[in-house]
């Protein structure tokens, strides 16, 4: 069966400090991969989606990253963190052939920037 | 494209009452809906979802939702609560037209449901 990852659960980071955050998944090949983020109170944003290595598409303008160095990873990244990163990000995988659009996700990492 | 709202950002309820959330969609297209669950510090679950077939779909946990094209709503039911069934819930909506080129599926803004002893 399937399985997602995502690392580290819980993260405190200063301002102006970089920042990684990590998903992989496993069971499937080639799957299409998402970063969402959740601020305090508000619904689910969609960052990135990736249909394959090293193919990546931004949704929102931001100072925030990702990369696929690897088919069944996903990384999120930024260089100097804003009090307004802070939230709960979450990785997501769906199926790139055949897919209903269902997506699978992880359990979240909450970044919290002072 | 598609779009999705729930109507409701709260709903408080008491414990073995009945609950409706409310979700409705726009799209020019045939979709595939449906609803997830996001419990405290949690990521979404799936509840149910409508692909095809009876408009009367049956998910986890007792929830129930049914797909009324005319109205294009698809509005989740549970016919007695209780206080474990407090979350947040996701109404989503994916286009056919885009399968295979990632990025298929819109959320709701999101419902909390208050459950209260």
């Known amino acids: 069966s399937q399985t997602i990852h995502q690392w580290p659960a819980t993260l405190v980071q200063p301002v102006g400090s970089p920042l990684s955050l990590e998903c992989t998944v496993e069971?499937?090949?080639?799957?299409?991969l998402y970063w969402y983020r959740q601020a305090a109170g508000r619904g689910l944003q969609l960052l990135f989606y990736s249909v394959g290595i090293g193919q990546i598409s931004s949704e929102v303008p931001q100072n925030l990253s990702a990369s696929r160095p690897q088919d069944r990873q996903f990384i999120l990244s930024s260089k100097k963190l804003l009090l307004s990163d802070s939230g709960f990000y979450l990785c997501?995988?769906?199926?790139?052939?055949?897919?209903?659009?269902?997506?699978?996700f992880g359990e979240g990492s909450r970044l919290t920037v002072l | 494209a598609q779009s999705v709202t729930q109507l409701d950002s709260q709903v408080p309820v008491f414990e073995e009452a009945p609950v409706e959330l409310r979700c409705n969609y726009s799209s020019s297209v045939s979709v595939y809906l449906f609803w997830y669950v996001q419990y405290p510090n949690q990521g979404l679950q799936l509840l149910l979802k409508?692909?095809?077939?009876?408009?009367l779909v049956k998910g986890i946990n007792g929830f129930e939702a049914e797909f009324n094209k005319s109205q294009t709503s698809f509005h989740l039911r549970k016919p007695s609560v209780h206080i474990s069934d407090t979350a947040e819930y996701f109404c989503?909506?994916?286009?056919?037209?885009?399968?295979?080129?990632?990025?298929?599926?819109?959320f709701g803004g999101g419902t909390r449901l208050m459950v209260k002893p």
């Open positions: 997501a995988w769906d199926e790139s052939l055949g897919s209903t659009g269902e997506l699978f």
């Open positions: 069971g499937t090949s080639n799957p299409n």
């Open positions: 409508y692909l095809s077939g009876s408009t």
């Open positions: 989503a909506v994916s286009d056919y037209l885009q399968r295979g080129a990632g990025n298929m599926l819109t």
